[in-house]
């Protein structure tokens, strides 16, 4: 059982819009910053959001990230069927801690 | 260009040890914390371990702790972890990660991962 919770899947149409979310509490989200990341498959992850709502350089803007209290949340627009991943959410609470993945299927 | 090459998984039976490690290149390695983390066939991510920038302060998952080592060679710009008393459970691909910004773990995020290492723990 993760410390944070993701829903285990969610599915959209290319061009759509998606949202994955991550919930945990005070002593982890509430409290610090929040990253995400992508798995395409059979590789490493890799960085998406950082504190909270950055984007690494690189990272197209289709990809945002909100934290509001001890939730978070991922938001792709424009689906493309590269998207097609499992993302992560993670943050601190005294040690790291991550979501069990959203399997993102682009239909 | 920054780089983490991990390397010494492989099979290994219960009970016996292994020792990772991951070589950095393309940035300052001491200036910041790095992490192991690891994920078991069609699982999640699971953190293990952490170390500071300087290698003063470590950090364990309750799973390994007592169990795995972490450490850190400055001057050759290399993570390690020395796994003992391994178990089953421990089977999973090992990333070593690069923390962002910051030499003191848990302050923003992973921007840098390697390619991982396959350990597998079986008779």
């Known amino acids: 059982q993760s410390v944070l919770t993701q829903p285990p899947s969610v599915s959209a149409a290319p061009g759509q819009k998606v949202t994955i979310s991550c919930s945990g509490s005070?002593?982890?989200?509430?409290?610090?910053?929040v990253s995400w990341y992508q798995q395409l498959p059979g590789t490493a992850p890799k960085l998406l959001i950082y504190d909270n709502n950055k984007r690494p350089s690189g990272i197209p803007d289709r990809f945002s990230g909100s934290k509001s209290g001890t939730s978070a949340t991922l938001g792709i627009t424009g689906l493309q069927t590269g998207d097609e991943a499992d993302y992560y959410c993670g943050t601190w609470d005294s040690t790291w801690v991550f979501g069990g993945g959203t399997k993102l299927t682009v239909l | 260009e920054v780089q983490l090459l991990e390397s010494g998984g492989g099979l290994v039976q219960p009970g016996g040890s292994l020792r990772l490690s991951c070589a950095a290149s393309?940035?300052?390695?001491?200036?910041?914390?790095m992490s192991w983390v690891r994920q078991a066939p069609g699982k999640g991510l699971e953190w293990v371990s952490a170390?500071?920038?300087?290698?003063?302060?470590?950090y364990y998952a309750d799973s390994v702790k007592g169990r795995f080592t972490i450490s850190r060679d400055n001057s050759k710009n290399t993570l390690y972890l020395q796994m003992n008393s391994l178990r089953a459970e421990d089977t999973a691909v090992y990333y070593c990660?690069?923390?962002?910004?910051?030499?003191?773990?848990?302050?923003?995020?992973?921007?840098?991962w390697g390619q991982g290492t396959m350990v597998t723990v079986s008779s």
């Open positions: 170390i500071s920038g300087s290698g003063g302060s470590t």
């Open positions: 005070s002593s982890n989200i509430g409290n610090n910053y």
């Open positions: 990660a690069k923390e962002q910004g910051s030499g003191w773990p848990g302050v923003h995020a992973f921007d840098i």
């Open positions: 393309g940035f300052t390695f001491s200036s910041y914390a």
